[in-house]
Each structure stands twice: as C-alpha cells, then as structure tokens.
C-alpha cells in the first residue's frame, strides 16, 4: 500500500515565478492537508481539502491556492514567489473527513526561491 | 485556536539512556488529541505517539511514553533505551476535536543521541 505521495521532491524557482506541488493522499483517505514547514520550524497549516473543497485555511495569503481532484489527490499552487516561500511543503492525508485523527505524511517538497 | 510550546530546541542523550522531551500547550476546546512526531533528516513526518485528552491512562508505545497532564496543559515524552535511530527532530502537535485533522505543531526539539 502506498502511503502519501508527494512531487515533484525538489524544486527550484525564481522570484515571481509561479509553482504546482502534488500530493496523492494514501490509499481510502479523502482529506488533504497542505502545511509549509520553514528550516528549523515546526510545520504552519495552509489549507485543507475535503470534497474538492477548501474546507479550513490557515493564515496564508491568497497566493496560496489550491485543489483537489475526484481521485483525492490535490494539487497546492503558489502564485508570484516570493523569497521567504522558500520552504519544505508538506501534504498529509486523514481519512472519515478528517475524523480519523490520524494523518500520514508525505516526504515532502522543497522549494527553494532565489 | 490552539497553540503548542516545546521550551527545548536542542536535547541529547547516551544510548541505552532515558530522555524525555518537553510540549506544553493551550486549547479552549474540550475535545482534543495530543501527538508525538518524530522528522528524520529523510523529512518525513512519523507519528511515534497519540494521546486522547479525554484518557486519563498515559499512552505507551514500546519504549516511547507520555506524561500526559491535563491541568497543568503539559504532554512530555519520555523515550527510554535510547537508540542511535532515534535521533531526530521531534514535534509535539494539537488536533482539536472540531478542527478535522488540522495539526497545530510546535517547534521542535533536535535529538542527539550519543553512542
């Protein structure tokens, strides 16, 4: 059984440039929770999908734009980069809408914006 | 909102040794979860240990426990029979019972273990 994929597992962008990251949740999960984790942080919610629909958003600005897909799987975007996006983005999966109050992790991709 | 405060950035620990790491938090919420997870250098995020407030029992794990308080809002975890895999970065984290699976961390404590 595959747990929670992410892609792509290491990127690198330019200032102002835009981003697609790729999360499939583990198999029989159904909510997708994107966290941004700064060097030497603990992870920050950015937003969370259920239904194909942003459910819960943490304090990210509107750059910060995401979707999900009838398979589960969800996509996080970030518009015009800025240097301190520079981070590790996690995506985790629950499952029972996020009932099931276990999540499983992804290993994550690093951005790097320079 | 919940909030989570890990006052240790740095611990270390002989092999074979006990350590146990610090995790206070605050909540307004009744219902709620408290975990352990454990961030390699391979980044990726494993659960070690969970707590339902609702238990008074402590959760056990092998050789990982918690002490978990209530009143006092404090959730420590003791790791015993340390082991050279055990060295990483730990993560105490709040899930409330209404928040469907949004984790709320803290900030971390790097584990050294030492042979």
């Known amino acids: 059984d595959a747990g929670v994929t992410q892609s792509p597992t290491h990127l690198i962008k330019t200032r102002g440039q835009q981003v697609t990251l790729r999360c499939s949740p583990k198999s029989g999960h159904d909510t997708v929770s994107w966290y941004q984790q700064a060097l030497g942080q603990g992870p920050q919610f950015i937003f969370q999908?259920?239904?194909?629909?942003?459910?819960q958003r943490g304090n990210f600005p509107d750059r910060f734009s995401g979707h999900q897909f009838p398979n589960y799987s969800s996509e996080l975007n970030v518009n015009a980069l800025l240097l301190g996006d520079s981070a590790l983005y996690l995506c985790a999966s629950s499952g029972l809408g996020g009932l099931n109050t276990e999540a499983f992790f992804g290993q994550g991709t690093r951005l790097t914006v320079v | 909102a919940q909030t989570v405060t890990q006052s240790q950035p740095e611990m270390s620990v002989q092999e074979a040794e006990t350590v146990t790491l610090s995790c206070t938090y605050d909540?307004?919420?009744?219902?709620?979860?408290l975990f352990w997870y454990k961030q390699p250098p391979s980044r990726q995020m494993i659960l070690v240990i969970r707590q339902e407030a609702y238990k008074q029992q402590n959760a056990t794990e092998n050789r990982f426990s918690v002490n978990f308080q209530k009143a006092a809002k404090s959730f420590s975890l003791k790791i015993s029979d340390s082991q050279l895999g055990d060295a990483a970065m730990y993560f105490c984290a709040i899930l409330g019972g209404t928040s469907y699976g949004k984790l709320t961390f803290g900030q971390g404590t790097i584990l050294t273990v030492h042979p």
């Open positions: 909540t307004s919420e009744s219902d709620y979860y």
């Open positions: 999908y259920y239904e194909e629909e942003e459910r």
